[in-house]
Nanobody, 122 residues
């Protein structure tokens, strides 16, 4: 059971990034995948999730309209498209899994990948 996030980088405000989460050892039909971020000196914040059964997507209020989560079940990949990046989006982004349904509480995710760093600065 493994999750591996990638795709972070340094971008200017207004830019875009596409984060990827490679899942292995389990099926996306059985596990919901969430993205959780942690800004420097702050607690983790749940930002998005895609459910297992039907791929329903969910977003935190701070990212609605700018973030888009998607998945490719053939490749066992989950993506987070981030547009119109803001300095407050800076942080380490983690992908995490929990059984079947999404939850907006980051503590409810049982399995975590290593994070990928996103830095938004001019």
């Amino acid at each position: 059971f493994q999750l591996q996030a990638s795709g972070g980088g340094s971008v200017q405000p207004g830019g875009s990034l596409r984060l990827s989460c490679a899942a292995s050892g389990f099926s996306l039909d059985l596990y919901a995948i969430g993205w959780v971020r942690q800004a420097p000196g702050k607690v983790r914040e749940w930002v998005s999730c895609i459910s297992a059964r039907d791929g329903t997507t969910y977003y935190g209020d701070s990212v609605k309209g700018r973030f888009a989560i998607s998945r490719d079940k053939v490749k066992n990949m989950v993506y987070l498209q981030i547009d119109n990046l803001k300095p407050e989006d800076t942080g380490v982004y983690y992908c995490a899994a929990r059984q079947r349904v999404c939850n907006s509480g980051w503590l409810q995710y049982s399995d975590w990948g290593q994070g990928t760093l996103v830095t938004v600065s001019s």
